[in-house]
């Protein structure tokens, strides 16, 4: 017998989750909104009790068992891919995709659902709690506008391009799968779908507790790795805004998210290692590195001293950033 179509799909990739899983679980499986969920969690291969505690609390909710999908991955692929896999599974006419170490509040589903119905909004967006060991903020996630969102306000960051606190409309993939990946980052995601989509809906409330225990790691110095994904989100925008045949509409969002690229892969590289990362996006912005109103005074000039060979001027402008 065929299964009535849910309302929502929650996609969960897990891996290393052990320590944060069960409050996860515990705040989707208490959800207000009891019947048309699934819930389909992707083991990533976890080496740890990730899958052994989800499966423990899931005995606590005899009402949840049929809406729970575990999918197991046989080695581990990464979080794009397990993001995949949950989605090539999911039925809902609307997709939630969260984090296993985040946590939410009861009413997440039942409020976002009901505002994209009332609103027959694509994109369904709220505001979030950063949490801290000691301390939470709330995150105000509109735009300049109010509802309505623009691409220039997600290139250049002033809309958060996070996943989690977003409810999409799964016929913007099912219909658009030439265009869209369900690969990559959240914000090559919300490019693809903020393009995409028809209209959105802000609700000025916080839902999601995005867990930021970890924040500290990037707010140094980057890895390697971590500077080379920073650089193709960067070229996937660019690439798939010019496949739409719209980059020049964007042209000048682009180049400021570029330019301000460059100054931050500096900023977060050891002052040994800056020369391999002076040369990132030099084709597009050198001839607007002292532009005005893109970067302060001081980041032009130091930029511009990196370029022309005079790093040493970085260093020390970089120096004073540090300890600003």
Not at 35 to 62: A, H, K, W
Not at 88 to 98: D, F, H, K, P, S
């Amino acid at each position: 017998m065929d299964h009535p179509v849910p309302r929502v799909s929650v996609l969960i990739p897990v891996y290393n989750a052990e320590r944060h899983i069960e409050r996860c679980v515990r705040s989707l499986f208490d959800q207000t909104m009891a019947e048309g969920v699934e819930i389909i969690f992707v083991d990533d291969c976890t080496p740890d009790s990730s899958i052994e505690v989800l499966e423990r609390v899931l005995m606590e909710y005899p009402g949840r068992k049929e809406q729970v999908k575990i999918i197991r991955h046989q080695s581990n692929l990464r979080q794009f891919a397990a993001r995949a896999t949950a989605f090539a599974q999911a039925r809902g006419e609307y997709v939630l995709i969260v984090d296993n170490d985040d946590y939410f509040e009861p009413d997440m589903l039942e409020a976002m659902y009901t505002r994209a119905k009332t609103d027959d909004a694509d994109i369904v967006f709220a505001d979030f709690y950063k949490t801290y060991h000691d301390r939470e903020t709330y995150v105000e996630a509109g735009n300049r506008g109010g509802d309505l969102l623009d691409l220039d306000d997600l290139i250049l960051g002033h809309t958060h391009s996070y996943l989690w606190n977003k409810m999409f409309r799964r016929s913007l993939y099912t219909e658009n799968s030439a265009e869209v990946t369900t690969v990559g980052e959240d914000v090559e995601h919300c490019i693809q779908l903020f393009f995409l989509a028809r209209k959105f809906s802000h609700i000025p409330k916080a839902y999601t507790h995005y867990v930021c225990y970890n924040a500290q790691a990037t707010t140094t110095i980057m890895n390697d790795w971590y500077k080379e994904k920073i650089i193709h989100m960067v070229g996937f925008l660019e690439d798939f805004l010019t496949r739409q045949g719209v980059y020049e509409r964007y042209r000048a969002s682009m180049l400021q998210r570029m330019l301000k690229t460059r100054v931050i892969l500096l900023l977060k590289t050891p002052a040994s290692e800056r020369r391999k990362w002076v040369g990132t996006f030099a084709r597009q912005t050198d001839s607007i590195i002292l532009k005005k109103g893109i970067l302060n005074l001081p980041s032009r000039i130091a930029l511009w001293c990196a370029v022309h060979g005079m790093m040493p001027v970085f260093n020390i402008a970089a120096r004073i950033y540090d300890k600003a």
